[in-house]
Each structure stands twice: as C-alpha cells, then as structure tokens.
C-alpha cells in the first residue's frame, strides 16, 4: 500500500492506494502515530483503496479515536464501502 500525505495547516488528508491489511496496516498506524497534535481534522481519501481488511478497520478506528471524531473517509468505493457496511463501522465513521 502507497500512502500520499497532504498537511494544510491543521488538516491532514491521507490518500491511500492498494491493500489495507494485516501487512500494511502497520504503515497507516506509523502515518497516525506521526500526527502533530496541532492537527484538528483528518480526511482519509480511499479513491484508490482496492481492499480492506479487520486489520484496516482496526487502524480506522484509532483514527477516529485519536481525532475525536474528526475523521472523513472519502471516495470509498462499492467494495470498501461493502466492507464498512457488513461491520457496521459506516454507522460511526463519517463518510463523503
């Protein structure tokens, strides 16, 4: 998985490409880890996320915990958002 980070200001986007998976889950938590506290909204664009696995949402979930809420997911396609869906983590996570 490819990870682009883009910093404006107090927001972050993080644009996600190929598998998020047990292998590569770890990239996104070093990405998270790495936030300043300065930062106040993070928007994770999943236009070329292709899969996403218990291991992804895990990470997903910290995120949204880290920003107290302020977390996005966007451009989820059909079968990631199909994911979301059978786990029910579309109910908590905001998505545009």
Same mark, same amino acid.
């Given at each position: 998985?490819?990870?682009?980070?883009?910093?404006?200001?107090?927001?972050?986007?993080?644009?996600?490409?190929?598998?998020?998976?047990?292998?590569?889950?770890?990239?996104?938590?070093?990405?998270?880890?790495?936030?300043?506290?300065?930062?106040?909204?993070?928007?994770?664009?999943?236009?070329?996320?292709?899969?996403?696995?218990?291991?992804?949402?895990?990470?997903?979930?910290?995120?949204?915990?880290?920003?107290?809420?302020?977390?996005?997911?966007?451009? =989820?396609?059909?079968?990631?958002?199909?994911?979301?869906?059978?786990?029910?983590?579309?109910? =908590?996570?905001?998505?545009?």
């Amino acid at each position: 998985m490819d990870i682009k980070k883009e910093m404006n200001t107090s927001k972050v986007t993080l644009s996600l490409k190929g598998w998020l998976d047990t292998q590569t889950a770890p990239a996104l938590k070093a990405e998270l880890d790495s936030l300043e506290s300065n930062i106040t909204e993070l928007e994770i664009n999943c236009a070329e996320l292709e899969y996403i696995s218990s291991a992804g949402i895990r990470q997903l979930v910290a995120a949204h915990t880290k920003m107290n809420g302020n977390l996005a997911l966007s451009n =989820v396609s059909a079968e990631v958002m199909s994911v979301l869906k059978m786990t029910g983590i579309n109910n =908590v996570l905001k998505i545009k």
